[in-house]
C-alpha cells in the first residue's frame, strides 16, 4: 500500500515537472528576450497595454491574477510579476494584487511541495538550514514573517518557497506570513514599475541621467538597497545558524 501510494505521488511529480517544462518553453517560444529589452518595442506597446486595461480592468485583472499564481506554482522568480504589476496597475492596486497572487501561488507551492516533494526538498536542504528549526518552533507565524521580511535571507525565491517543508509550517501561518511579511520588498519592486511606466510616458528616448535622476526611479532603488541591509540584519539577529 505504501508502495501504492509511493508511486502516485511519483507521478504527480513527475507531471508537474513536465507541467513546468512545457510551461516555460511554450511561453518563452511566443517572447522575443530582445523585444523585452528594447525602449522602443516597450514604448510603441505601452499605450496599447495601458488602452486595454482601460477597456478591460476586471478581466485583465483576474488574468493576471491567474496568471501570478500559476508564475508562482512553476517556481517563478517574483521581479518580472511584481515591475508588471506595478508598471500596469500602478503602485497601490499593483502591491495589492501583487502580494496577494504571491500569497495564494506560493501557499500552493508550498502545499504540493509538502504532500509530493517532502523527501527530496529534506535530502537536499535539511544540512543546510537544520538549525533554523528551532527558531521556528517557537512561533512559527512571527518567525516566518520575519522570514519574508527579510527576502528569504537571500535565498532565491522559488527555493525560499518551499524550504518551509522542513519546519512543516501549518498552511494558515505559511499564507499570513508570505501576505504580512512580503509588502515592504515587493512593495520597492512595484513602486519601481510604476516608475517606469511614468518615466516612459514623459520622455521619447531612453536617457540613463534622466532615469537616475527621476525620483520614482532613484527612490524605489535606494529603497531596496535599505531593505537588503535591513534584512541582513534581522537574518543575523533572528535566523543565525551558529
Known amino acids: 500500500m505504501k ?3 509511493r508511486n502516485i505521488k511519483l507521478l504527480i511529480g513527475v507531471f508537474y515537472l513536465l507541467v513546468l517544462f512545457f510551461g516555460l518553453y511554450y511561453l ?3 517572447i522575443d528576450l530582445k523585444d523585452l529589452t528594447s525602449y522602443g518595442f516597450i514604448k510603441s506597446n505601452k499605450d496599447i497595454i495601458i488602452d486595454y486595461k482601460n477597456n ?5 485583472t483576474i488574468g493576471f491574477f491567474i496568471f501570478s499564481v ?3 506554482l512553476l517556481l517563478g522568480f517574483a521581479g518580472p510579476i511584481l515591475l ?3 508598471f500596469i496597475f500602478g503602485k497601490w492596486y499593483g502591491i495589492l494584487i501583487a502580494v496577494l497572487a504571491a500569497s495564494v501561488g506560493t501557499t ?3 502545499l504540493l511541495a509538502k504532500l509530493f516533494f517532502t523527501d527530496l526538498i529534506k535530502e537536499k536542504l535539511e544540512p543546510k538550514f537544520s538549525k533554523l528549526k528551532t527558531n521556528f518552533q517557537k512561533n512559527e ?3 516566518f514573517t520575519l522570514y519574508r521580511f527579510a527576502g528569504g535571507g537571500g535565498i532565491p525565491y522559488g527555493i525560499q518557497n518551499v524550504l518551509p517543508v522542513l519546519f512543516n509550517i501549518s498552511i494558515k501561518n505559511y499564507f499570513i506570513g508570505t501576505f504580512l511579511g512580503s509588502w515592504p520588498t515587493m512593495f520597492i519592486t512595484v513602486a519601481l514599475g510604476a516608475g517606469i511606466e511614468k518615466y516612459i510616458d514623459t520622455n ?6 534622466k532615469i537616475i535622476s527621476s525620483p520614482d526611479i532613484y527612490l524605489p532603488i535606494l529603497a531596496f538597497v535599505l531593505m537588503i541591509l535591513i534584512g541582513f540584519v534581522v537574518k543575523k539577529l533572528f535566523f543565525n545558524k551558529n
Open 70 to 72: 500559476i508564475w508562482y
Open 204 to 209: 521619447e528616448n531612453l536617457s540613463f541621467l
Open 108 to 110: 500552493c507551492l508550498y
Open 3 to 5: 508502495l501504492g501510494s
Open 28 to 30: 518563452f517560444s511566443f
Open 84 to 86: 508588471f504589476s506595478g
Open 141 to 143: 507565524l512571527f518567525y
Open 56 to 60: 478591460n480592468f476586471i478581466f485583465l
